[in-house]
């Protein structure tokens, strides 16, 4: 499911990017711009704002993928511009996912989606 997930993510990250943010608006500008004859530029050249957020959020797909698979930590520019809350909310996920590893090496199987804790109880995330 996680693979099945990245182009969904990819295509989302595209169109926020696209109408939800400056680079894009002016990315299609110019193409519209360039398809009226307003402009006589070459298409590349119009386009290249939408050509960089596609390779944009290729990147930061990948990224994400990496980071939510335990091969990354957070980057620091993430780190600086996120909320305390959702920075502490990454925080408790990447404890548990350890904790669930832990669990599995020390069990030698695999454990159920969701058996995040163990049979003695609830653990505290602090």
Request: aromatic share 14%; charged share 25%.
């Amino acid at each position: 499911m996680f693979i099945v997930d990245l182009p969904f993510r990819f295509i989302r990250a595209l169109i926020a990017f696209t109408f939800g943010g400056l680079i894009g608006w002016v990315g299609i500008i110019l193409i519209g711009l360039r398809f009226f004859h307003i402009i006589t530029w070459p298409w590349w050249v119009a386009g290249q704002p939408l050509e960089y957020g596609v390779l944009y959020c290729l990147y930061m797909t990948i990224d994400g993928a990496l980071y939510r698979a335990g091969r990354k930590e957070i980057g620091r520019y993430a780190v600086a511009t996120m909320s305390d809350e959702h920075l502490g909310r990454l925080e408790m996920e990447r404890t548990v996912r350890e904790w669930q590893k832990e669990e599995e090496q020390n069990s030698g199987g695999v454990k159920k989606t969701g058996e995040a804790i163990g049979e003695e109880g609830e653990r505290s995330l602090t």
